[in-house]
Nanobody, 111 residues
């Protein structure tokens, strides 16, 4: 069974940055698209970004230009660099791919 483990969340001030990581198990990472979603309190989970197996990326309008998704196939890891954080970015961020979801990592943006 595939496992996805997120890390890198935390408390950051508005305008700050974080780098989220999602480490995966299994030998099929390189052929799969991967994605990040987030869920804020009281809201539905929403799409944030995705990356195909050959590196094509897609972003939600709300994060375009501030977030960057990337992947390292050798490390079987997908990243989400998040810059210029806003309070409305506060959410649990989930990694998904290969038929699975991670447990999430909390990002809190507050002064």
């Amino acid at each position: 069974q595939v496992q996805l483990v997120e890390s890198g969340g935390g408390l950051v001030q508005p305008g700050g940055s974080l780098r989220l990581s999602c480490a995966t198990s299994g030998s099929i990472f390189s052929i799969h698209a991967m994605g990040w979603y987030r869920q804020a309190p009281g809201k539905q989970r929403e799409f944030v970004a995705s990356i195909t197996s050959n590196g094509l990326t897609k972003y939600a309008d709300s994060v375009m230009g501030r977030f960057t998704i990337s992947r390292d196939n050798a490390k079987k890891t997908v990243y989400l660099q998040i810059n210029s954080l806003k309070p409305e970015d506060t959410a649990v961020y989930y990694c998904t791919g290969m038929g699975g979801w991670g447990q999430g990592t909390q990002v809190t943006v507050s002064s």
